[in-house]
Each structure stands twice: as C-alpha cells, then as structure tokens.
C-alpha cells in the first residue's frame, strides 16, 4: 500500500459519518463531515446542536453509499437490511419510494420528502438547491404492477399545479429500475 | 325580426344537411352544403358521389348543432335520444368518446378517429386540417370512474412515441365535462 | 426408499431457500441455493448484497413449486393462499398474470415483467436468458370473460412492432389454462 | 372523338354485362362477357343456363367498377346507391364487409364469401383461384368502433384452425381503409 491510498483510505474513514437511528428518523454525530452532507448536497436538516437529521429514505441511501454507518440505541451497527426492515415497518411503500430517490439522486438533483406540498417527493432542478430556488417537480413513485384511479390521477395532478410544480410519475419495475412520466393539467 | 336576421333564419334552415342513418354510418344527400361539413370542417369523408360519409361520433355531433338532420331506411325522422341509443349498441364506450369529440370540436380543434395509431382519436393542432399537417395528439377518453394498470399507461406512451404524436388523456366526468391530461415520457 | 432417493430429498430439503415478504418484493437468504434462482434459472435480480429479489409473481410461483419458503417481517410462515389474498391486494389482475406466468414457466419459457416496453410481460425463447438476446414476445394476459375494443386491439400491435417483438395474448379460462394467439399486423 | 375512342366506348359498351337485382342476388345476362367475370376472375358461381349469378357483395363491387350494370325487376336500372340501400336492409354489416371485400380485390386477391367455414370470407393467395388450390385466410370484417369478447375471438381462431386456414382480422375506420391482423393459435 503506497502512502497515497492509506491517505485516502484515512481520510474516507474520517468522512464516515457516524449516524443513530431514532424510531422515525436518523441523526448525524457532531462534526464537520456530518454537516457537509447538508451544506453541501443537502441531506436532512440542520439541527440548532449542529447535528444532521436525516429522514429513513436519506439514511439508507447514504448508508448504501457508505457515506454515514448507523447504529441504534445500544450503539449496535445496523446494516442495510436491517435499516430496510425497520423502515419498511415505519414507512409505507419504502423499497420503492427508496429506488426513486436512488434513481434521481444519482443522475445528480436533489429531491426531498414534500409532506407540506401532499406529495411523497420534490427534485430541484439540477445544481440548485433546496432555498436557492422552488422545487420544479413533486414526484409520485409507483410500483409497475399496482394501478390508479383517475380519481387518484386528478388529485396529484391538482397538487403539482396547486403547488406551481410539474408532476412526475415514477414507475418502478422489478429489476429496480425507474420509468418517468411527466404529466400536466392542460385546457387544449 | 329584422330583414337580415329572417334571412339568416331562411339560410339556416336552408343548409341543414339531410343524412340517413345506415347501421354502420351516417351518409349526408348530395349538396353544397353537405359538402361544405367536409370541405370547410373535415367532418367525415368526401365520397366519389359527391355524399359526405360520418361516423356515428360525427354524425351526434352534427345533429346536436343542428347542422344535419337524421333520417332511417323508411325515411323516419331520427333524434338525438335514438340516436344516441342506436350508437351506443354499436360502439363501445360511445358516450365517453362522445364527450371528448364534442369537447374538443367546440375548442376549434378538428379531431379524428385514430385506429392505424392505436388510439380512440387523433387530433390537429388549431387552424390546421388533416392532410395540411400531421395530428399533434392522441387522444384516449375515459370514463372518470374507471381505471388503468401502469402497463397500460405506459402502453399508450409507447404509441405515442412510436407515432411522433403527444399524449393526451380526457376524463370524462359524471357533468361530462372533459379534464385533459398532457403526458410524455421523459429522461430527466 | 434407496440412500440415492433419500440423498435426493435431504438435498430438495436443503435447497429449500427461504425468503421474507417485504409489502413489495421477495427477499430471499443470502445462499448459493438463491443465488442459483438467478443464476440458473433467472428468477428476480441480483442484489450486491448476494440476495436475490423477485417479484410477487416470481415469489407465489416459486413458493407453489416449493422452491422457497416464505415468512413475513415477524418470521411467521406465509402459505399459498395467504401469499395470493396479500398480493392480490397489492396487484391488480394478478391471479389472470399468475396463471400466464406460470404456464410460460412451466413450458420453459423466461419470463419477466416488461413495463418499459409497454406490456405485461416479455418471454424469451427456449433456452436464452435475458440479456443473452432480446424477448421475441411481449405478452398480454387477459381473463375469458373481459373485452376489448379494436383500438386496443391496435394499440397492443403497434406496442409489440414498435419494441420489434411478436405479440402474444393469452387468455386465461375457469379453469386457469391458457389458450394463445400471436398476432402480427400485416399488409396483404 | 376519333375512330379508336369510338370503338373503345363500344367495346367497353358490349362489356358492361347487364344483370338484374332480385331479393338476394345479382343475375347476369347469359353472355360471354358475363362468363368473364367468372371464368376470368371468379365472380359468382356459373348457373347451367350459362347465366353468372353473384352475391350483393360482389355485385356493388362490380356496379362500382362499371363491370355491370343493374335493373330491377321491372328493368328500372339501380344506381350504386340505391344499390347499396337494398343490400344493407337484406345483410348485416354490408359496409364494413364491402369495404374489406373491395380491398382485398383491390390487391389483386380473389376473396368469396365462407358461409361454409363459419366466416365471412376466404380468400386465395395472389394468382390462385378456387378450385384450384385451397383459400389461405378466413377474414372477418369489423369497424374500428366495434369490440370483441374473447368468446367471439377465440371462435374465430377454432374455425380458421378446424379449417386449415389463417384467421385475418380486417378492422375497417372511419375513413374506409382497412387495417389487417394477422392470428394464430399457439402452444408456445
């Protein structure tokens, strides 16, 4: 090993953001390095103690890219499938919700969760961020083999326009992988 | 009643078209004026005798507008009520495809039936006649209580695609009137 | 019983993987005797934590071949008929696309879903795996009792030409077998 | 008009084969040129008393080409439309029939009615004529706004299949022209 990698192996590890899972959401350590993953791209919020908090889908992509590890209460490591197992009990419709947040966080925008907007998602345009500017899309994540009513359909429609978004549809196939639909109320 | 309004009552009266109801078709008389629901509107088709031949859908139209009027075999006076009934035994989802027509002919909009593109219509961007230029939609009417699997959803994307057309969705609502939906696929 | 056959049985027994029912995948064990689903056989994907992921189809299928077993969150056994009242809830049509999967399986046939091509489902030819050659059929499974009108019946065609794949229906009857039909649009 | 017109227009003269319209078909002169149409082409069936008799089908086909010409009982010549009026009191879905009829001849193929097989047509392979080969399709005429059950499809199928033919959906629009499938039963 050439001291170039051991550097760069030190310094990946410093970056390994220490993380613990609360019932419902995932706070970061105390550090510069959790901090970045807000100032920089985003993640969670900061918090008035310096600390992250990540929501689930947050936490498990970072902990998929090995940007954050997490342990519980008890200070045990928790492993992705266990992260997975957890939130799947807390949070509905999670592996899928989690294959479009993956899918449109490593083509490179920001998306966030939008409770206050009715939506399960918001992307920013690529390179702004949250504050900067307004969101451009809510994005709905669906699986391929369930359906809509056109009941369901009009109600996200009407959100995205009541919200001046754009609506888009993530359909998830069973290799993981995302269709997107973008869809708007016209009057022709 | 001024002189130029009786004479706008007369030329009325004088161009309502007279149309026979074949089981499969509306077929107009041989006249000016029949010809002029083609010539000026693109209703139907010119046929080489000089008649205009509508569908079922164009010939309610017309009869709503009171542009033609409808007679049977026998020469009986047809009206909408019959009509209506008489097409809904021979076309599926007739009601439904009705509205989405009428809404979009009275916008300004010529619409058509779009069987070679795989979809219930096609329609021409304004001021634009069939012929002139190629149809910017397809259009699917659906009743607003029924519903689609994602399957199908993409299905009709990939006609629309495949046919360089855009996709356009109208719900029908219990009021029958018409919410339309602008959807494309997209790479974000 | 011969020690080759009772051999044989302890190794069924062992190779019985088993596989958790998250509400929208199966997850099996991390095991070379999952990992051979895939390998072998292509059932789900490849996860890069060695497990491999099926859909619900996939998983009822296999669970009724008694390939894998099934638990939920809580490590309580799932059987066939608590499998389907789940999935059914969760998927629409899922019984009629059961019925076609498991007759193509059977018939061996790698078959797997294919949202992106506007379908149903997508099966290769005898013998080759996905990403060895593309599908030659896409596939539309249809109970007996439902309908379709013509620009339906159009718009899977022009799905199945425009993916240069063979359309396939499948109908499924009372007594769940399939009857299919390859259709082709053709010029006389 | 010169001389070679002249002689044209008498040729073409002695050629229109008259024929009469009675209940439910077409009758020809006993006429060599009436025998044409047969011998030739494979209008109609040859009567003993050297007369062609044809169907309504081909008879309007045969007016509109100017082949011949038709009278009533009482001599009165019939135009195409009159024609066409007392052909769709008498059969079902004339229109939608003449135009797949008029098509297929258009393409150079021979194509007769199939009470026989169960269907509404056969037709030969290009330069084939009955007799001398067997018919390659059934065909079944239906308009575009028309829908099928799967009852009535997979009829169609067993009687193409018990007859040894290939089943041919001809699906007619709004615009006469027709669109062609293909189908065939399979045990993939």
Redesign the interface.
């Known amino acids: 090993m050439t001291k170039e990698e051991e550097k760069e192996i030190i310094n990946k590890k410093k970056k390994t953001v220490k993380a613990i899972f609360t019932k419902e959401r995932i706070l970061t350590e105390n550090s510069d390095a959790a901090r970045e993953l807000y100032n920089q791209s985003r993640y969670g919020i900061l918090l008035e103690d310096g600390k992250v908090q990540l929501s689930l889908i947050e936490g498990l992509y970072l902990l998929e890219k090995k940007k954050i590890k997490v342990v519980d209460n008890k200070n045990k490591k928790i492993r992705?499938?266990d992260f997975?197992?957890k939130a799947?009990?807390l949070e509905?419709?999670?592996?899928?919700r989690h294959c479009v947040f993956k899918d449109?966080r490593d083509?490179g925008?920001i998306i966030k969760t939008a409770l206050k907007f009715g939506a399960e998602f918001r992307?920013y345009d690529r390179g702004v961020k949250p504050g900067e500017d307004h969101a451009r899309?809510i994005v709905y994540p669906?699986?391929?083999?369930?359906?809509?009513?056109?009941?369901e359909?009009?109600a996200k429609?009407r959100v995205a326009h009541s919200t001046r978004k754009r609506l888009?549809i993530g359909?998830v196939?069973?290799?993981?992988?995302v269709?997107?639909?973008?869809?708007?109320?016209?009057?022709?």
């Open positions: 992705f499938d997975l197992k799947e009990k509905k419709q999670f592996w899928t449109i083509r925008y992307v899309w669906v699986g391929e083999a369930s359906s809509l009513t056109w009941y359909f009009a429609n888009m359909i196939d069973n290799e993981n992988s269709t997107y639909y973008e869809i708007r109320w016209i009057r022709p």
